[in-house]
């Protein structure tokens, strides 16, 4: 399978040097050349096999040319570790808990299908060993390097600002140890951001090291966020419940729901989607007028979709051909500020008992919204309300508990390197290396 950008203007790439590069050279995003569909007796039958079989179907679909099956079915299955069930909150809303992995953010999946992925074309080539750099602002760094750790022949570089990251998000990747560099910059994101993009442009860095990306709108860490919609599909299903599926993404930079889109292109028999924003509502205005205006982003409580210029409304676009009629009769929207949210996560725990996380509160709010009689609702709870316990806590008026794996992360010694905010300090640093 090749890989084009959406812009269009440099040739396709193979599966390996879309992993690799990121961004295409034009700094486009990469798309499959083809979105194969899935034959009616899997939807058939899909309520039958378990999520690791489901999911190997789906990523035969794209990655089943360039990866022999054995092999893929490894990357696959211990990709899937953990579990992403659905949980009843009410008759006709159901939660598709995407936190039971080892970051209790449904961007573990991406980032450990990444690593093995990259592992696999790392010891095809026998290359020299790989540096996977990521600036993060607290959750992509966690998820990235959970994903690679204890990866052979990969090294992960965690930049992040000093200071500016939670205690919980910070010490799930500066605890690690092993093949994770925690490195603390003394600046802000743009600036941890910045020391990476100036890295991948150093030609003396990149002939002394083989450095790559672990971006989120990498097709490995994309596409495989398809399969656990296709599971919530075969566990409704299984319920009676999936004939007339509304799925509900609570949506910062579009990744999530784009390969959920992905996925009703390969005959996922989804009926339409909601894309449920905080305050940052640049795609629900696009929905409403047709017209696309990217704004500065603004700090909400669910911070992760705190987004004013989502990367992956590119891919979006170029799905739908430009087609905002189209588009319009798939999608809509709803956007929250944060006094919705809070009103929303007590609300859904007072009548249902169930605990929302900020972002998942956005989507659980838009189904009790927007669901039509004989309709059942699906939303993604992106990740588990203890990553933001005191603002749960505050908003349901009860404590929740920490869950073993998250305890864990906090018993660990921190242990990271400091680093001026200069990139030839940073420079000197990995030459060293
Ligand atoms: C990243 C993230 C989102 C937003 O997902 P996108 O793919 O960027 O739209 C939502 N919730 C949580 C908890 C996240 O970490």
Known sequence: MKYYSTNR??????????????????????????????PKEFFDTIHTMSFQEIAYHVADAFFGEDIPAADLKNIVYD?????????????????????????????????????????????????????????????????VANGFL????????????????????????????????????????????????NAFMDEELNNHMKLTSANSINVARFLPQAFYYFNAYARMKALGKADNLVVCVPSGNFGNITSALFGRRMGLPIKRFIAANNANDVFYNYLQTGEYHPMASLQTIANAMDVGDPSNFARIIDLYGNNHKEIISHISGATYKDEEIRKAMKECYAANGYVLDPHGACGYQALTEQLQPGETGVFCETAHPAKFKDTVEAAIGAEIAIPERLAAFMKGEKQSVEMPNDFSAFKQYLMSK
Do not use: W
């Open 9 to 38: 203007t440099v040739p396709m790439a193979s599966l390996h040097e879309a992993v690799v590069k990121g961004l295409a050279g034009d700094k486009g995003l990469f798309m499959p050349e083809r979105i194969k569909p899935l």
């Open 79 to 143: 990709t899937l570790s953990f579990d992403c069930p659905v949980a009843r909150v009410t008759d006709d809303i159901y939660s598709l808990e995407l936190f039971h992995g080892p970051t209790l953010a449904f961007k573990d999946v991406g980032a450990r299908f990444m690593a093995r992925l990259l592992q696999y074309f790392i010891r095809q080539e026998d290359a020299q060993n790989v540096n996977v750099l990521v600036a993060t602002s607290g959750d992509t760094g966690s998820a």
């Open 150 to 197: 204890g990866v052979d022949g990969i090294h992960v570089y965690v930049l992040y600002p000093k200071g500016k990251v939670s205690k919980i998000q910070e010490c799930q990747f500066t605890t690690l140890g092993r093949n994770i560099t925690a490195v603390e910059v003394d600046g802000v994101f743009d600036d941890c951001q910045s020391m990476v993009k």
